[in-house]
């Protein structure tokens, strides 16, 4: 069974940067489609970004085009964020997903794995 855990949340100042990771237990995240979602509090989770099983394939919401990226490591069976220019509308819960296509969307409906979530805070 396939568990994914995030890690490298914390409290950023704005203009900051940070980087989530996402790594898996139970199985390789190798035929995996990995998707970054968030949650902030009172709103609905929105799609973030994904990034396509061969990792030649990523996908991003326009709120964080151009500030964020994703990569994959295969060895280490994780996949990461780099979150760059922060503002605070980015203060939220991240969580990592897994589905098993090649390619990803920003609905979490389409993931039926998930991570417990990472606390992302941004603030002076």
């Known amino acids: 069974q396939l568990q994914l855990v995030e890690s490298g949340g914390g409290l950023v100042k704005p203009g900051g940067s940070l980087t989530l990771s996402c790594a898996a237990s139970g199985s390789s995240l190798d035929y995996y489609t990995i998707g970054w979602f968030r949650q902030a509090p009172g709103k609905e989770r929105e799609g973030v970004s994904w990034i396509g099983a061969r990792g030649d394939m990523t996908g991003y919401a326009d709120s964080v085009r151009g500030r964020f990226n994703m990569s994959r490591d295969y060895a280490k069976n994780a996949v990461y964020l780099q979150m760059d220019r922060l503002n605070s509308e980015d203060t939220a819960t991240y969580y990592c997903?897994?589905?098993?296509?090649?390619?990803?969307?920003?609905?979490?409906?389409?993931?039926?794995?998930w991570g417990q979530g990472a606390q992302v805070t941004v603030s002076s």
């Open positions: 997903a897994a589905r098993g296509w090649p390619a990803g969307t920003l609905f979490g409906y389409d993931y039926p794995y």
